[in-house]
């Protein structure tokens, strides 16, 4: 197993209510491709720039191990308190999505390129020159684009320049955020392959940041699904697309549309109810358990998940008040509009007969109280599940699903046969 | 529903056949020729995928079939035949208007900026069923009348009784112009309102009532692309034209408005045209595919012919650039840059990138030959000069 190289500690990143990014570990090691896979607004690309400390974290540290000297021995250096991060920025850099917008129009590629080796101090005049050209020659250019500006080249060619602007440094660790989904299959195609090509022969670390499965199964090593804002497993890149442990992932994996038409897939897709939990008012419990067909009594029901239940089969009849959003505690009492009587007997009907079937929302219910007329309805209160080691080494999993279970449960049976209980209820 | 009649279908197989589509596009530095001889024929209930690339002209051919192109389009020839009769390129506005949503219906690529911000969901969906089927729609609102008993009703009922019967009479000119009596036109709006609710119910629209009375902003992206299909379904149209109706949404919700497509093609027996450049949705859900390189076609086929067994070299390197997931070997992608087609290449448009190149390829254009049944190449490599 090779060193670390990154490390992420419970780090979190909020815009106002918004926890674009809310508690996040991983470690990543020297020489691996590091995937980050999750829908838009998950708080992926959030997460590839806090880290670099392009945006300022709210909380949590990252670390990087190397040696800034030639002959040191590499320590670790912590990110965000800052130290010798002038120094650090020469070892991680990053390569944005559009690379239309990440080049200045107004320099021509020499200078775009040769920036980051001027601000260093790493050559000057001739040298500087020399080092460019040989920079666009690993990058698939040649020296006559040297004096083109970067509106005069295709998407796919100021890909490359960008590219190259990020290795012109040496780093060891890349950051790449979706580099190739502005850009074309054929074209796209031939930027991944660049990518391995330099990760080989630079001995480069790569955080490759995408919402594409099929990238993320040519590119990388282990995997980090995230689901608002949270990772929900990290994985081997084949365990993970041969045996999806988080409900998430599972439902990510099976939406995929196979490339062969006599082996369609679409028919089995699991097709998720609901919408994506919003990251500033997100749900009690799992962000996930609203719309996880696998979810049972332990996820985390809570306020939200009743007032869209009642909201759905009762319209205006009721008016409700949660205690704040993503809480355990409503309240409930008729509207003005309508009366119905007696509202405590209603809802205490609706609670029983929801029990009797099983629904685990009505399952967490755990106390009902009527003062004047007001419904209160407690839940069992639980917390976000943890992102804990599962199964193997290095398979991380954050479901309350598998707490219960023993690793050689879930390695007998398999997820689909572990998680039937839940499925039952 | 009920107030779509059954149609009849006509006995003819191809419902849209586009012959031979020349188009240009005028510019400042010249003329770009977006099309160059684009011939397909849309068979009756199929779903046919047409893919490419970039500025490939996928966009605009289906554009060019409702006729909603850019003020700078120049047709310089060819033929768009509808229903085996009228020529779309020479139909008046009028006969458009009567197509437009009724018989040929479109989805739009960006549901951010293709529904109208100021209107509420449910009336954008109902606005094409008051056009359409306007008189459907009084009687719908008589029935209304009939069942609610609203203040007025038999004063309301009876206008609009007439103007089923005179829609231009003198009456209704006075009537819709006095307080309180012309309030019998919202009747008609009422229903087609409680139409367009079932319409959003049936693609799969979480509580629809609720949803008609939100506005576009308030909705998600995967919810305003349900919208945007509810629309073009609203009419129950033969054809419907789907451009890139998944690019916008995630994976998740992409598998969501796939199966919904599909399920609506097989169950009302509705053509779908869909245009994709992602080759995953085509293997998924297509019969049939037609692969566009800058403006021309270079495969037509079974979806099975054209994927698994590629012909034209666009093709196969298009098939090599994408990666399934499981696969061990490496992408290749395919040589070159998309021409710029102010000045295209001669012949086939292919030639520049192109390993298989020969010198007829630069010099004359070869024709979209059958290979094997269905299965129609441009290219050189499968024909004589």
């Known amino acids: 197993m090779s060193e670390i190289i990154f490390e992420v500690e419970h780090l979190k990143k909020y815009f106002g209510p918004v926890k674009a990014v809310d508690d996040v570990s991983f470690k990543i090691r020297k020489g691996e491709t590091f995937g980050l896979v999750g829908e838009s607004g998950c708080g992926k690309s959030t997460l590839g720039r806090v880290i670099l400390k392009l945006i300022e974290p709210t909380e949590g540290k990252v670390y990087i191990h190397t040696s800034l000297r030639e002959g040191e021995r590499p320590r670790r250096y912590d990110i965000t308190a800052g130290e010798r991060l002038r120094e650090l920025r020469r070892k991680m850099q990053i390569v944005y999505q559009d690379p239309a917008s990440s080049l200045n129009p107004r320099m021509i590629i020499r200078d775009i390129i040769g920036e980051p080796l001027k601000v260093h101090k790493v050559a000057k005049g001739e040298k500087l020159q020399d080092i460019i050209v040989d920079l666009l020659k690993h990058v698939g250019m040649q020296e006559e684009h040297l004096w083109r500006y970067s509106y005069e080249l295709s998407g796919g060619q100021r890909q490359r320049i960008a590219i190259a602007r990020a290795i012109a440094l040496n780093p060891e660790f890349l950051v790449l955020d979706e580099p190739t989904s502005a850009l074309d299959v054929s074209v796209q195609a031939k930027i991944l392959k660049l990518l391995k090509d330099l990760q080989r022969d630079f001995n480069l670390t790569y955080l490759f940041i995408t919402h594409d499965m099929s990238i993320i199964d040519y590119m990388c090593d282990r995997v980090a699904v995230m689901y608002v804002g949270k990772i929900v497993e990290i994985s081997e890149k084949e365990l993970l697309f041969n045996e999806p442990l988080h409900p998430y992932s599972k439902a990510l994996l099976s939406a995929l549309p196979s490339k062969d038409p006599s082996k369609r897939t679409l028919a089995r897709a699991e097709i998720l109810s609901g919408e994506v939990a919003s990251p500033a008012n997100p749900p009690a419990g799992c962000k996930f358990h609203p719309r996880c067909k696998y979810a049972f009594i332990e996820c985390g029901w809570g306020s939200d998940d009743l007032a869209t239940y009642l909201r759905e089969y009762m319209g205006e009849k009721v008016s409700l008040k949660a205690a704040a959003k993503g809480s355990f505690h409503l309240e409930i009492w008729p509207s003005a509009r309508e009366v119905i009587n007696p509202i405590n007997v209603m809802i205490s009907d609706l609670v029983a007969k929801g029990k009797e079937q099983k629904k685990p929302l009505f399952e967490a219910i755990d106390g009902l109280k009527n003062v004047d007329g007001r419904i209160h309805i407690y839940f069992m209160e639980k917390s976000e599940p943890e992102l804990v080691e599962r199964v193997c080494k290095d398979r991380y999993v954050a479901c309350s699903l598998y707490e219960a279970l023993s690793d050689q449960k879930i390695l007998q049976k398999g997820i689909h046969q572990s998680t039937k209980k839940g499925e039952d209820t | ?385």
Not at chain 2, 97 to 102: L, T, V, W
Not at chain 2, 207 to 231: C, F, K, N, T, W
């Open chain 2, 1 to 385: 529903m009920t107030i779509i009649q059954e149609q009849i279908p006509s006995q003819d197989e191809k419902i849209l056949v586009i012959k031979n589509l020349y188009l240009n596009f005028g510019v400042y530095q010249g003329t770009v020729k977006v099309l160059d001889g684009i011939d397909l024929e849309v068979e009756r209930a199929e779903v046919l995928g047409v893919v490419g690339e970039t500025g490939c002209g996928k966009t605009v051919t289906a554009r060019s079939i409702l006729r909603l192109l850019e003020a700078n389009a120049i047709v310089e020839k060819g033929e768009i035949i509808f229903e085996g009769g009228q020529n779309m390129l020479n139909a008046s506005e009028k006969d458009l208007e009567k197509i437009r949503g009724r018989k040929i219906s479109m989805i739009f690529q960006e549901p951010m900026t293709s529904l109208n911000p100021t209107m509420r969901v449910g009336d954008q969906v109902a606005e094409g069923l008051l056009l359409h089927f306007g008189e459907d729609m009084i009687k719908k609102g008589v029935e209304l009348i009939e069942k609610e008993k609203p203040p007025l009703s038999a004063l309301h009922k009876n206008i609009l009784e007439r103007e089923i019967n005179k829609p231009n009479s003198l009456v209704l000119k006075i009537a819709s112009r006095i307080p309180f009596i012309k309030r019998y036109q919202q009747y008609p709006k009422l229903a087609a309102r409680r139409e367009s609710v079932e319409i959003l119910r049936m693609v799969g629209m979480p509580s629809p009532d609720r949803i008609a009375l939100a506005y576009p902003h308030e909705l998600s992206g995967g919810m305003r692309q349900r919208v945007l299909i509810a629309m073009a379904l609203a009419c129950k149209p033969d054809l419907i034209i789907a451009d890139e109706p998944t690019s916008a949404v995630d994976v998740t919700t992409q598998a969501k408005i796939l199966l919904l497509l599909l399920n609506l093609g097989e169950q009302k027996n509705t053509t779908l045209l869909i245009i994709t450049h992602n080759i995953g949705v085509v293997a998924e859900i297509c019969d049939r595919v037609c692969v566009m390189y800058a403006g021309q076609i270079a495969e037509v086929g079974s979806v099975i012919d054209v994927i698994n067994h590629p012909l034209h070299p666009y093709t196969r390197g298009l098939m090599r650039s994408i990666h399934n997931i499981g696969d061990k070997s490496e992408l290749e992608g395919i040589e070159g840059n998309v021409p710029i087609l102010l000045s295209p290449p001669t012949g086939c448009r292919f030639h520049p990138r192109c390993q298989h190149a020969m010198s007829i390829c630069s010099k004359k254009k070869p024709e979209l030959k059958e290979i094997h049944k269905g299965h129609k190449v441009h290219c050189w490599m499968y024909q004589k000069e």
